[in-house]
């Protein structure tokens, strides 16, 4: 019973990652129809950055204590994160708009292995660790255990989504939001300046991003220039299996896939009967994401779309 | 009149003498650049004989097809490792070459057609992605399928496996036929040409076949296609199938060449070099995708020289060039997107297409943007 707790709270925290990281596809797409391939590296770059910010301090052995030294990094993280996105909307994809669809998807591959590449000069192909500033303290709960980061994960995952709906809900940014998400002309006519907004999704994406990429290299304690691609991937599979343009969604899918994952690998050897290990734990996200697309293409939340001739 | 059938006649002889000089210039091919550039270079030639067979596997899919795949290498691994595991010590078993090779190809094809019966309702950029998530599938299973059963040896790969032997000679040793000394890299190079070369005539007589202009008319309307009585998810799943077979076959020849193969040689990476080839050559016209091949396959190991360059200039090597190459590849798709969106060789309809649609799309975007004003 204990391991289920554990597998479910391990599965949540998991989730709720890449619910942030669900949240930034979901919001470029809901709007451009765009999958931002190098949405995942956005992350990482976050990770690195916020890791080169806190190892500095530490290392310069500033004394102030280690949640305030990772709120800097944090801060770093995001204010890089957000010139990122905008840089990569700016350069790769605005020129693009019009352009056959295969042709921005295929920048956006070549974005993500430049920025891969880039963060492989610059931090190297070896492993970076955080640095052991955080509390460590753990609580029972149900018979499971949960740390301190876990809660703060938590926490933090549900404040940002709390504040990006009502965002996107209440604020006038929001609602010019929905308005180029459901016609850019048409907003435009209504005075809304469509490329500012989609600059800001970018950006809004991206922060979020870089809170996700602390986030992960926190709570694994290790950070590697390769992390974001396979964290982008299971994010964008929550993204569709969530139904892709729905910010509920991202986040219902986001969780889901994070507990049936940690669940699969929890349980996978003992139902196959040790056949297959926790080793095919990344497989999980791609199946699901194959059989949503095969069963309910619209996604769990997604309107259906006819198709456009 | 009399003039008529002479030019013809001039024109087709003049076609022939092409033919025989393109022909003469590349049996010669390898022998001039073992004497010019050595050795390594052979078999950096017959890499790209490869990587032009699998470019124009991917081709059919995304060039003519328009179908975004992204998980292109997981055939390639299915070839290479239906070779290897018939044809190594790993079970002892030591099929002949002229078995494994169309056996690869049908494999990879039934994989293809595995992978394309459940993804042929979705569009472009939602296809891209399941694909991608089913090239790492296909890795993950090929790097963990060695326990509870070994069936592909995990991560240490299949080594040991047999050169392709053709009529009792093994291409893996030095032959001398005819006087001619035959080095392994060479005699390589004449299977792949001859391949490479029945591959792209089946591109060509396919591209003008009656299921080429089925798939140009998916790839440019699917819901007209269908309307004009093509049977859309058949020549979809051929088309899937078809181009998995191409990289089946070069996967069967690459374990054969290599001797050696692992999952890591499947990568991500790979398939989006494949993909770089065929953007960068220009998508669905075979002259292009050949020469992207064969120019995405040389400049990396030309890039090496950047290595001695460094050493020679600032005395120690700054920047890796090995890993100067993906970042280059990401670089050269964004600006071929952004300022050759047809490729070097672009194909003519491809190239009146996204002419016009760019000259229409500034229009609108003119309209556009001035209403807001």
Redesign the interface.
């Given at each position: 019973m204990d391991i289920f707790v554990q597998q479910i709270i391990n599965g949540l925290v998991l989730g709720s990652v890449y619910a942030l990281v669900a949240l930034g596809y979901t919001m470029v797409y809901g709007i451009l129809e765009l999958i931002n391939f190098a949405h995942g590296e956005v992350t990482m770059i976050g990770a690195m950055v916020s890791l080169t910010v806190i190892s500095a301090l530490v290392g310069a052995g500033v004394d102030l204590p280690g949640v305030v030294i990772v709120l800097f990094g944090l801060l770093a993280a995001i204010l890089v994160c957000m010139g990122v996105g905008f840089t990569i909307e700016r350069l790769a994809y605005r020129p693009l708009r019009n352009a056959p669809r295969l042709a921005p998807l295929i920048t956006a591959i070549g974005v993500s292995i430049v920025l891969q590449n880039i963060a492989m000069l610059i931090w190297g192909r070896q492993y970076i660790s955080f640095p052991p500033i955080l509390p460590q303290g753990r609580h029972q709960i149900l018979g499971a255990m949960i740390t301190d980061v876990q809660i703060a994960i938590l926490v933090i995952s549900v404040l940002l989504m709390l504040g990006l709906t009502l965002l996107v809900k209440k604020s006038r940014l929001g609602r010019a939001m929905r308005a180029t998400a459901q016609s850019p002309q048409i907003a435009g006519l209504m005075g809304v300046n469509a490329n500012t907004v989609i600059s800001l999704t970018f950006i809004l994406g991206s922060a979020l991003a870089a809170v996700a990429g602390v986030m992960v290299s926190a709570y694994y304690g290790l950070a590697h220039y390769y992390m974001g691609f396979l964290l982008g991937l299971k994010a964008f599979s929550a993204a569709v299996l969530g139904g892709i343009g729905n910010l509920t969604g991202a986040v219902l899918g986001g969780l889901l896939l994070g507990v049936i994952e940690s669940l699969g690998a929890g349980y996978i050897g003992d139902l196959t009967g040790g056949v297959l290990g926790s080793n095919y734990q990344d497989v999980f996200a791609f199946f699901i994401l194959i059989l949503v697309l095969l069963f309910r293409p619209s996604g769990l939340l997604g309107e259906r779309v006819g198709e456009r001739a | 009149m009399a003039s008529v059938p002479e030019t013809m006649n001039q024109k087709t002889r003049h076609a022939w003498l092409v033919f025989v000089a393109l022909g003469v210039g590349l049996a010669l091919l390898p022998f001039l650049i073992d004497a010019g550039l050595g050795r390594s270079w052979v078999r950096i030639l017959d890499l790209a004989l490869l990587y032009v067979m699998l470019a124009l596997g991917l081709n059919i899919v995304v060039g003519y097809a328009?179908l975004?795949d992204?998980g292109y290498i997981a055939f390639y691994a299915v070839g290479a490792y239906c070779y290897a595991l018939l044809a190594s010590p790993m079970f002892g078993l030591h099929l002949p070459f002229w078995a494994l090779l169309p056996l690869g190809a049908a494999v990879a094809g039934l994989f293809g057609l595995m992978l394309g019966t459940?993804?042929l309702?979705?569009r472009?950029?939602?296809l891209?992605?399941?694909t991608?998530?089913?090239g790492?599938?296909i890795r993950?299973?090929l790097?963990?399928l060695n326990?509870?059963i070994n069936i592909t040896n995990g991560p240490q790969g299949v080594n040991q496996i047999d050169p392709v032997t053709i009529a009792g000679m093994s291409l893996g040793k030095t032959q001398v036929i005819f006087g001619v000394t035959f080095s392994s890299p060479h005699l390589y190079y004449y299977l792949f040409l001859i391949l490479t070369l029945s591959v792209i005539f089946v591109s060509m007589r396919l591209q003008d076949s009656r299921i080429g202009r089925a798939w140009a008319a998916i790839r440019e309307?699917e819901?007209?296609a269908e309307a004009m009585g093509i049977n859309v998810r058949n020549i979809k799943l051929l088309a899937f199938a078809m181009g998995a077979s191409f990289g089946g076959l070069a996967g069967g020849l690459f374990a054969g060449f290599q001797g050696f193969i692992s999952p890591e040689s499947f990568n991500?990476?790979e398939s989006?070099m494949i993909?770089c080839m065929i953007?960068l050559g220009g998508m669905g016209n075979i002259p292009g995708v050949v020469l992207g091949a064969v120019l995405l396959t040389v400049l990396p190991e030309a890039l090496r020289y950047i290595g001695d360059l460094q050493r020679a200039w600032i005395g120690h090597v700054v920047?890796d060039p090995s890993?100067?190459r993906?970042?280059l590849?990401?670089?050269?798709?964004?600006l071929m997107?952004?300022f050759r969106?047809a490729g070097l060789l672009p194909s003519r309809q491809r190239k009146r297409?996204?002419g016009a649609?760019?000259a229409i799309?500034?229009q609108?975007?003119v309209s556009?943007?001035d209403?807001?004003r």
């Open positions: - | 328009g975004l992204l459940p993804t309702r979705l472009g950029d939602y891209a992605i399941v991608l998530g089913f790492e599938i993950i299973f790097n963990n326990a509870p309307d819901v007209a991500l990476m989006i993909l953007v920047v890993d100067l993906m970042l590849f990401g670089f050269a798709l964004i997107m952004l969106p297409e996204l649609q760019g799309a500034e609108e975007q556009v943007y209403a807001k």
